[in-house]
Protein backbone atom coordinates (compact mmCIF):
# COMPACT_ATOMS: atom_id res chain seq x y z
CA UNK A 1 0.00 0.00 0.00
CA UNK A 2 2.01 2.86 -1.22
CA UNK A 3 -0.65 5.44 -0.38
CA UNK A 4 -2.70 7.71 -3.34
CA UNK A 5 0.08 9.10 -5.67
CA UNK A 6 -0.56 12.32 -8.32
CA UNK A 7 0.88 13.26 -11.20
CA UNK A 8 2.25 16.08 -12.22
CA UNK A 9 3.22 17.68 -8.48
CA UNK A 10 3.24 20.76 -10.24
CA UNK A 11 1.81 22.27 -13.40
CA UNK A 12 2.53 25.96 -15.06
CA UNK A 13 -0.03 26.30 -18.35
CA UNK A 14 -0.50 29.47 -20.01
CA UNK A 15 -4.22 30.83 -20.19
CA UNK A 16 -6.22 28.94 -22.39
CA UNK A 17 -3.73 25.54 -22.55
CA UNK A 18 -5.40 22.47 -21.87
CA UNK A 19 -3.81 20.22 -18.31
CA UNK A 20 -4.36 16.94 -17.49
CA UNK A 21 -4.02 15.53 -14.21
CA UNK A 22 -3.78 12.17 -13.02
CA UNK A 23 -4.51 9.93 -10.09
CA UNK A 24 -3.62 6.63 -8.91
CA UNK A 25 -6.26 5.34 -5.59
CA UNK A 26 -4.80 3.11 -3.24
CA UNK A 27 -5.32 -0.44 -4.66
CA UNK A 28 -8.51 -2.24 -4.11
CA UNK A 29 -9.67 1.13 -2.95
CA UNK A 30 -13.31 1.45 -5.34
CA UNK A 31 -14.20 5.49 -4.48
CA UNK A 32 -12.34 8.27 -6.03
CA UNK A 33 -12.76 11.86 -5.05
CA UNK A 34 -11.38 14.92 -6.99
CA UNK A 35 -11.42 18.28 -4.24
CA UNK A 36 -9.95 21.96 -5.28
CA UNK A 37 -8.50 23.78 -2.82
CA UNK A 38 -7.37 27.48 -2.86
CA UNK A 39 -4.84 29.40 -0.66
CA UNK A 40 -6.07 29.69 2.76
CA UNK A 41 -9.28 27.56 2.22
CA UNK A 42 -10.87 24.24 2.97
CA UNK A 43 -10.65 21.88 -0.14
CA UNK A 44 -13.84 22.13 -2.13
CA UNK A 45 -15.53 18.86 -3.63
CA UNK A 46 -15.55 18.53 -6.98
CA UNK A 47 -16.72 14.99 -8.26
CA UNK A 48 -16.60 10.66 -7.10
CA UNK A 49 -16.43 7.85 -9.04
CA UNK A 50 -17.38 4.31 -7.41
CA UNK A 51 -15.53 1.81 -9.28
CA UNK A 52 -15.88 3.64 -12.61
CA UNK A 53 -19.18 5.60 -12.50
CA UNK A 54 -18.51 9.06 -12.09
CA UNK A 55 -21.90 9.38 -9.55
CA UNK A 56 -21.77 13.01 -8.26
CA UNK A 57 -20.63 16.21 -9.83
CA UNK A 58 -20.60 19.66 -7.82
CA UNK A 59 -21.67 22.99 -9.82
CA UNK A 60 -17.84 23.92 -9.47
CA UNK A 61 -17.01 21.42 -12.29
CA UNK A 62 -17.88 23.83 -15.14
CA UNK A 63 -18.17 22.51 -18.73
CA UNK A 64 -14.14 23.01 -19.06
CA UNK A 65 -13.40 20.57 -16.61
CA UNK A 66 -13.54 16.58 -17.31
CA UNK A 67 -12.82 13.73 -15.34
CA UNK A 68 -12.87 9.54 -16.37
CA UNK A 69 -11.89 6.68 -14.28
CA UNK A 70 -11.80 4.05 -16.89
CA UNK A 71 -11.60 0.71 -15.58
CA UNK A 72 -12.35 1.78 -12.12
CA UNK A 73 -8.45 2.07 -11.49
CA UNK A 74 -6.76 5.44 -11.94
CA UNK A 75 -8.73 9.04 -12.74
CA UNK A 76 -7.81 11.74 -15.15
CA UNK A 77 -9.02 15.21 -14.63
CA UNK A 78 -8.63 17.39 -17.45
CA UNK A 79 -9.40 21.15 -17.69
CA UNK A 80 -9.94 22.88 -21.14
CA UNK A 81 -9.36 26.19 -21.80
CA UNK A 82 -7.96 27.16 -18.69
CA UNK A 83 -8.20 30.34 -17.19
CA UNK A 84 -6.41 31.98 -14.08
CA UNK A 85 -8.89 31.85 -11.51
CA UNK A 86 -8.12 27.82 -11.66
CA UNK A 87 -5.12 28.22 -10.16
CA UNK A 88 -5.78 25.94 -7.14
CA UNK A 89 -3.90 22.76 -5.28
CA UNK A 90 -6.28 19.83 -7.28
CA UNK A 91 -6.15 16.89 -4.53
CA UNK A 92 -7.56 13.52 -5.20
CA UNK A 93 -8.43 11.09 -2.13
CA UNK A 94 -9.67 7.68 -2.25
CA UNK A 95 -11.41 5.33 0.05
CA UNK A 96 -12.63 1.46 0.50
CA UNK A 97 -14.92 2.21 3.81
CA UNK A 98 -15.84 5.81 5.57
CA UNK A 99 -12.19 7.33 5.82
CA UNK A 100 -10.63 9.04 2.86
CA UNK A 101 -6.92 9.02 2.19
CA UNK A 102 -6.08 12.06 0.26
CA UNK A 103 -2.98 11.72 -1.92
CA UNK A 104 -0.24 15.09 -2.23
CA UNK A 105 -2.16 17.28 -4.76
CA UNK A 106 -1.29 18.95 -8.05
CA UNK A 107 -0.58 22.47 -7.51
CA UNK A 108 -1.47 24.35 -10.58
CA UNK A 109 -0.84 27.64 -11.65
CA UNK A 110 -1.96 29.58 -14.62
CA UNK A 111 -0.14 32.46 -16.41
CA UNK B 1 -25.88 24.24 2.96
CA UNK B 2 -23.20 22.22 5.50
CA UNK B 3 -21.07 25.25 6.91
CA UNK B 4 -18.04 23.97 8.82
CA UNK B 5 -16.37 27.14 11.14
CA UNK B 6 -13.08 26.43 12.80
CA UNK B 7 -11.80 29.00 15.57
CA UNK B 8 -9.01 30.17 15.87
CA UNK B 9 -7.86 30.65 12.31
CA UNK B 10 -3.97 30.53 14.00
CA UNK B 11 -2.44 29.63 16.97
CA UNK B 12 0.84 29.94 18.88
CA UNK B 13 1.99 27.51 21.57
CA UNK B 14 5.06 26.93 23.42
CA UNK B 15 6.36 23.52 23.35
CA UNK B 16 4.70 21.05 25.96
CA UNK B 17 1.54 22.94 26.41
CA UNK B 18 -1.37 21.21 25.84
CA UNK B 19 -3.83 22.33 23.32
CA UNK B 20 -7.85 22.22 21.92
CA UNK B 21 -8.74 22.97 18.29
CA UNK B 22 -12.22 23.82 17.53
CA UNK B 23 -14.95 22.52 14.88
CA UNK B 24 -18.25 23.78 14.25
CA UNK B 25 -20.96 22.57 11.60
CA UNK B 26 -24.07 23.65 11.01
CA UNK B 27 -26.36 20.85 9.78
CA UNK B 28 -25.72 18.24 12.96
CA UNK B 29 -27.47 15.22 10.45
CA UNK B 30 -23.91 14.03 9.50
CA UNK B 31 -22.60 10.61 9.11
CA UNK B 32 -18.85 10.88 10.27
CA UNK B 33 -16.76 13.80 11.40
CA UNK B 34 -12.95 13.45 10.48
CA UNK B 35 -9.59 15.44 11.25
CA UNK B 36 -7.10 16.00 8.82
CA UNK B 37 -3.45 17.54 9.41
CA UNK B 38 -2.13 19.43 6.22
CA UNK B 39 1.83 20.46 6.04
CA UNK B 40 2.48 23.84 3.39
CA UNK B 41 1.86 22.95 -0.08
CA UNK B 42 1.11 18.96 0.71
CA UNK B 43 -2.06 16.83 0.58
CA UNK B 44 -3.80 16.06 3.48
CA UNK B 45 -3.19 13.34 6.28
CA UNK B 46 -6.42 11.74 8.17
CA UNK B 47 -6.02 12.05 12.08
CA UNK B 48 -8.73 10.58 13.64
CA UNK B 49 -12.02 9.33 12.22
CA UNK B 50 -15.47 10.05 14.51
CA UNK B 51 -18.76 8.16 13.28
CA UNK B 52 -21.99 9.98 14.34
CA UNK B 53 -22.92 7.83 16.85
CA UNK B 54 -19.58 8.09 18.90
CA UNK B 55 -18.23 10.57 21.35
CA UNK B 56 -14.53 10.54 21.15
CA UNK B 57 -11.69 9.13 18.89
CA UNK B 58 -7.81 8.66 20.58
CA UNK B 59 -5.06 8.05 18.27
CA UNK B 60 -1.67 8.39 20.58
CA UNK B 61 -1.44 11.95 22.01
CA UNK B 62 -4.50 13.11 19.99
CA UNK B 63 -8.24 13.10 20.99
CA UNK B 64 -11.36 14.12 19.15
CA UNK B 65 -14.70 14.52 20.51
CA UNK B 66 -18.02 15.15 18.84
CA UNK B 67 -20.61 16.12 20.24
CA UNK B 68 -23.32 16.19 17.25
CA UNK B 69 -26.82 17.60 18.57
CA UNK B 70 -24.39 20.96 19.37
CA UNK B 71 -22.60 20.88 16.02
CA UNK B 72 -19.22 20.64 17.61
CA UNK B 73 -15.90 18.96 18.14
CA UNK B 74 -12.38 19.38 19.22
CA UNK B 75 -9.04 18.17 18.52
CA UNK B 76 -7.04 18.03 21.57
CA UNK B 77 -3.07 17.89 21.13
CA UNK B 78 -1.20 16.67 24.24
CA UNK B 79 2.25 17.78 25.19
CA UNK B 80 2.65 19.74 21.90
CA UNK B 81 6.14 19.19 19.86
CA UNK B 82 7.17 21.23 16.82
CA UNK B 83 6.29 18.71 14.74
CA UNK B 84 2.91 19.05 15.59
CA UNK B 85 3.49 22.63 13.68
CA UNK B 86 0.83 22.44 10.16
CA UNK B 87 -2.82 23.26 9.42
CA UNK B 88 -5.18 21.29 10.90
CA UNK B 89 -8.61 20.44 9.29
CA UNK B 90 -11.83 18.86 10.16
CA UNK B 91 -14.32 17.81 7.58
CA UNK B 92 -17.84 16.31 7.74
CA UNK B 93 -19.32 14.43 5.25
CA UNK B 94 -23.56 14.38 5.78
CA UNK B 95 -25.68 11.58 5.88
CA UNK B 96 -26.62 10.18 2.80
CA UNK B 97 -23.91 12.35 0.63
CA UNK B 98 -20.07 11.02 -0.59
CA UNK B 99 -17.88 14.27 -0.40
CA UNK B 100 -17.15 16.33 2.68
CA UNK B 101 -17.80 19.67 3.76
CA UNK B 102 -14.14 21.34 4.96
CA UNK B 103 -13.63 24.00 7.63
CA UNK B 104 -10.38 26.47 6.33
CA UNK B 105 -8.24 25.36 9.13
CA UNK B 106 -6.22 26.01 12.12
CA UNK B 107 -2.70 27.34 11.51
CA UNK B 108 -1.17 25.87 14.61
CA UNK B 109 2.55 26.66 15.83
CA UNK B 110 4.28 24.86 18.39
CA UNK B 111 7.38 27.22 19.15
CA UNK B 112 9.97 25.56 21.04
Known amino acids: DTGVSQNPRHKITKRGQNVTFRCDPI?????LYWYRQTLGQGPEFLTY????????KSRLLSDRFSAERPKGSFSTLEIQRTEQGDSAMYLC?????????FGPGTRLTVT | KQEVTQIPAALSVPEGENLVLNCSFT??????LQWFRQDPGKGLTSLLL?????REQTSGRLNASLDKSSGRSTLYIAASQPGDSATYLC???????????FGTGTRLTVIP
Open chain 1, 93 to 101: ASSRGDEQY
Open chain 1, 27 to 31: SEHNR
Open chain 1, 49 to 56: FQNEAQLE
Open chain 2, 27 to 32: DSAIYN
Open chain 2, 50 to 54: IQSSQ
Open chain 2, 91 to 101: AVKEAGANNLF
